[in-house]
Nanobody, 115 residues
Framework: QVQLVESGGGLVQPGGSLRLSCAAS????????MGWYRQAPGKQRDLVAA???????NYGDSVKGRFTISRDNAKNTVYLQMNSLKPEDTAVYYC?????????WGQGTQVTVSS
């Protein structure tokens, strides 16, 4: 069975950067499309970035130009580089397949952007 573990979150000031990691216990990183999702209090969980098995990327309008999703098949890991962070980016960030699968949701990693 596949397990996805997110890490790299923390507290950062506006304009700062963080790099999130999503480690997979299986080889799904190289097989399936993967996405980073986030959920803020009182809001739905939204897809913010995605990457296909072929390396094609897509981004939500609110993060385009600031976030970069990448993949390391050898390490079975997906990354999310987040630059120019804004308070509105504060959320719990999750990785999952695209479309998402219920059994693959992990704990997520908290990102807080505040001065």
């Amino acid at each position: 069975q596949v397990q996805l573990v997110e890490s790299g979150g923390g507290l950062v000031q506006p304009g700062g950067s963080l790099r999130l990691s999503c480690a997979a216990s299986g080889r799904i990183i190289s097989i399936l499309s993967m996405g980073w999702y986030r959920q803020a209090p009182g809001k739905q969980r939204d897809l913010v970035a995605a990457i296909t098995s072929g390396g094609v990327t897509n981004y939500g309008d609110s993060v385009k130009g600031r976030f970069t999703i990448s993949r390391d098949n050898a390490k079975n890991t997906v990354y999310l580089q987040m630059n120019s962070l804004k308070p509105e980016d504060t959320a719990v960030y999750y990785c999952n397949t695209l479309p998402s699968l219920r059994d693959y949701w992990g704990q997520g990693t908290q990102v807080t952007v505040s001065s």
